[in-house]
């Protein structure tokens, strides 16, 4: 894989205006697929307008960038296909077919895509462009869904959210070689996303029956904390500085900010009226954070400089992993935007 830019700083290549050659002149637009609508949503960030609505597969549930950063791809789960959009001319491409594609990553090496496939227990590794499978690996666990890799990308951590189980799987070897269940706190855990903090020491995991995120070490695959932000803690995401992460604590409707050195929370940011903020992505220049409205058919357009509402934008039903592409970096590993 590429290098990081900062042995100290997973994120170092995710500054504002950092953008690669592969994206110039690509318009700025935020996708929006609405799980419960088939569609895609195309939202344009200057005049927080949607553009305009396709459809899609069945179930879409995430929009993920792909590590060339050329195409994004529809995650169309229950149509077990996968739509690929030409960013730069916003062309909906054939969809390809996929089994079960709840979510999609790639390796940091580019040489694999790598499909979550929930509901058939897999974490299946495909051609990164044509989808040919390469490797199916049976999860023995409900419900594989999230992931990050570690730093030097010699493995990643998998979510399984209907079991409260986490699995290390080794990148290479494409075997899971570690598994752990996380501790029932109020209630069965329920894991949701992953994100490795921007020194590489640990893995943050939000849990949203636990209503908050763990900390993982991911070398020993220990528990070694737990932080409370908010009820239904389910995204996250690493400002454009590295300095704190953003939790969306969907049940509640807010935004908790912590404090990556400290690992204190520092901040709440509360949608006036209520809302579900779910999955999303910060903008390229780092002022804004853009999240979807999970059971409120909306999108949210959030201050990162004092967590006010700048807009609330009506789109599908049930709007679930929004892309905001472009983004600064080097390649992506999937998701709605992780990239390095």
């Known amino acids: 894989m590429p290098a990081v830019l900062d042995p100290d700083d997973v994120w170092a290549a995710d500054r504002p205006g950092q953008m690669s050659p592969v994206v110039k002149g690509m318009p700025s637009r935020i996708y929006v697929p609405n ?68 979510n999609l990553y790639f390796t940091p090496d580019g040489r694999s895509a790598v499909v979550m496939a929930s509901e058939d227990r897999r974490i299946v590794f495909r051609d990164p462009h044509t989808m040919a499978v390469q490797k ?40 899971i070689v570690g598994r752990i269940q996380l501790p029932p706190r109020a209630m069965m855990p329920k894991p949701q996303d992953v994100k490795l903090s921007a020194d590489g020491k640990v893995f943050y995991v939000a849990d949203m029956m636990s209503d908050g995120i763990w900390l993982i070490n991911g070398k ?20 454009r500085d590295s300095k704190k992460m953003l939790i969306s604590n969907r049940d509640e409707g807010s935004i908790s900010v912590l404090n990556l050195a400290t690992r204190k929370l520092v901040d709440k940011w509360w949608i006036p009226g209520g809302g579900s903020p779910d999955m ?61």
């Open 220 to 239: 020993k695959m220990k528990v070694t904390g737990f932080i409370t932000t908010g009820k239904g803690a389910h995204g996250l995401y690493v400002t």
């Open 35 to 102: 799980s419960e609508g088939d569609t895609v949503s195309i939202i344009d960030p200057a005049t927080y307008k949607v553009l305009r609505t396709v459809k899609v597969g069945r179930q879409p549930q995430h929009v993920v960038p792909s590590w060339d950063l050329k195409t994004l791809w529809v995650n169309n789960d229950l149509g077990d296909s996968l739509t690929p959009i030409n960013p730069r001319t916003g062309h909906f491409g054939k969809p390809v077919p996929v089994s079960d594609p709840y």
């Open 136 to 175: 199916s690996v049976r999860s023995e666990c409900d419900g594989v869904n999230h992931a990050d890799f570690s730093a030097d990308g010699r493995y990643f951590l998998v979510s399984c959210e209907f079991d409260g189980q986490l699995l290390k799987v080794d990148t290479a070897r494409r075997k």
């Open 280 to 340: 999303g992505g910060i903008s390229a220049n780092g002022k804004v954070f853009w999240v979807s409205g999970r059971y409120n058919s909306e999108v949210y357009a959030i201050s990162t400089v004092d967590g006010h509402l700048i807009k609330r934008i009506k789109v599908g039903f049930k709007p679930h992993g929004l892309a905001v592409y472009p983004q600064p970096g080097r390649y992506s590993m999937g998701h709605t935007g992780i990239f390095r």
